[in-house]
């Protein structure tokens, strides 16, 4: 098995101190057009953070097996290697680009991914508030164990993409230079992708390569301020409310179509699909 650091953790003290000091920044010298901080939203993306720790890792138990059961009938073995791993982030990077571009258009993932949307605050805290249903992630990247890459230098490409993004959540850096901007995800790119406006939703998808938006016509600049959060927004700190409520909400869409092929366009259509005929529902506000 590759010997491999574990960048979440050692990254854990940069967390905590970039997030005090964009607090600091923000109470210093405060932007009124900006999101900002809120503390109950704040401690809301912290706990679901927390609570993902605790289900990825019973997530990676049946996760593991599948990998490693792929990866040992594969002939092909990838060597971890100082030239490999620049590689093996690259493919990463492109897979990841597809799963989360995946987990936007088809229901049943958008209801993991959501969660990391439903803040209406932009900050570093908001990189955090991440889902704790990520099982569906683990089939985009069956081709890189079926190509011979290690399971755990899979994982450590992932928590290294993970790392990458968590700088880019903050309305306190404006742009990068413009060679910056055109190859990587920064800032400015994240803040499009979290934005709930009608020319901004559904793009920027790239984890540390923004190349991948260009080629494959998802990319939009930023322009207008964006305003953040779900185009329908659930109005809730509750963290177990926070990480179901698209489920519960497809459940009550297949509870009240009429037919299978309706029930399974909930399912695997886009997060605004309704069946033909079917009635717009009511504005739904989740107490806190």
Request: glycine residues 6%; charged residues 15%; proline residues 7%.
């Amino acid at each position: 098995m590759p010997n491999l650091p574990d960048v979440v953790l050692w990254s854990i003290p940069a967390f905590v101190l970039l997030t005090v000091v964009e607090m600091i920044s923000v109470r210093i010298h405060p932007d009124e057009d900006a999101a900002g901080y809120e503390t109950k939203d704040a401690a809301t993306s912290v706990g679901m953070g927390l609570g993902s720790l605790v289900f990825d890792f019973l997530w990676k138990i049946p996760i593991v097996a599948v990998y490693t059961a792929i990866y040992e009938l594969t002939p092909l073995h990838v060597p971890v290697l100082w030239w490999t791993v620049p590689l093996m982030l690259l493919a990463q990077d492109f897979f990841y680009y597809w799963s989360h571009r995946g987990h936007h258009v088809i229901r049943v993932l958008w209801a993991c991914h959501v969660v990391h949307h439903s803040s209406e605050k932009f900050n570093l805290t908001t990189a955090l508030r991440q889902p704790w249903t990520s099982l569906t992630v683990w089939p985009f990247y069956v081709p890189l164990i079926a190509a011979g890459v290690h399971p755990a230098a899979l994982a450590f490409c992932s928590s290294a993409n993970l790392v990458y993004q968590f700088w880019i959540h903050t309305e306190r850096i404006d742009k990068m230079p413009r060679w910056f901007e055109f190859v990587l995800n920064t800032p400015s790119h994240h803040r499009v992708h979290h934005a709930s406006q009608g020319g901004y939703l559904d793009r920027n998808f790239g984890g540390i390569l923004i190349v991948w938006d260009r080629l494959f016509g998802s990319f939009v600049a930023e322009t207008d301020r964006p305003v953040y959060g779900l185009t329908k927004n659930i109005n809730t700190f509750n963290p177990i409310k926070v990480a179901t409520h698209e489920y519960v909400s497809i459940a009550k869409d297949i509870k009240a179509a009429r037919r299978w092929r309706d029930r399974a366009g909930i399912l695997f259509r886009g997060p605004g699909w309704k069946p033909a005929g079917a009635p717009e529902p009511a504005e739904e506000i989740i107490a806190a």
